[in-house]
């Protein structure tokens, strides 16, 4: 049995292009949403409550939001200018880079705005432990999880496993 797929150079690339545009429809929804609420609350009654630190974050808020659109609509764009120009695998690469860039930009928004939201409703240091909670779970799921199945893959291919190693224990047929 071998290792991948079999599949030529323009075929793994027009996979992975069509893959990279499902991940990114996801991230760009959900960042858009976002930032869409942000733009809405400077109009919002109470936003003139807001201190002059908590308007600052805000700012920082919007903007971050504004720069992990601008990252997760990249791709589209670096597509749209070099299709057929015979560059769709390294497309495929720098759309990943603008990609993960837009989400790490995007789990800056969302910490911050989760920073703004708490602040205003409990107005005490328990917003920054929720917030830091939080953020700690996105790194967690977001960027540490994959990097953890890429280091496992090196580790299993040095020490000569093939194949996919199982994450959980396996069950013994008998019990």
Wanted: glycine fraction near 8%; include cysteine; aromatic fraction near 10%.
């Amino acid at each position: 049995m071998g290792w991948g797929r079999d599949e030529t150079e323009e075929e793994r690339a027009d996979r992975r292009w069509n893959e990279l545009l499902q991940e990114v429809r996801v991230a760009q929804t959900g960042g858009q949403v976002l930032l869409a609420f942000l733009l809405g609350a400077a109009f919002a009654p109470r936003f003139e409550e807001l201190t002059t630190p908590q308007v600052y974050l805000y700012i920082l808020t919007v903007a971050l939001g504004a720069a992990s659109t601008g990252a997760l609509i990249g791709p589209v764009t670096l597509h749209r200018f070099v299709t057929g120009r015979r560059l769709k695998p390294e497309t495929v690469d720098l759309a990943s880079i603008l990609t993960v860039i837009g989400l790490f930009l995007l789990l800056c928004t969302i910490t911050c705005a989760m920073l703004l939201i708490t602040l205003l409703v409990l107005g005490s240091t328990t917003a920054y432990w929720i917030v830091l909670a939080l953020f700690v779970w996105f790194v967690l799921c977001w960027f540490a999880l994959p990097l953890y199945a890429l280091w496992r893959q090196k580790h299993d291919r040095r020490r000569g496993r093939v194949g996919r190693a199982p994450l959980t224990r396996p069950t013994d047929p008998g019990s």
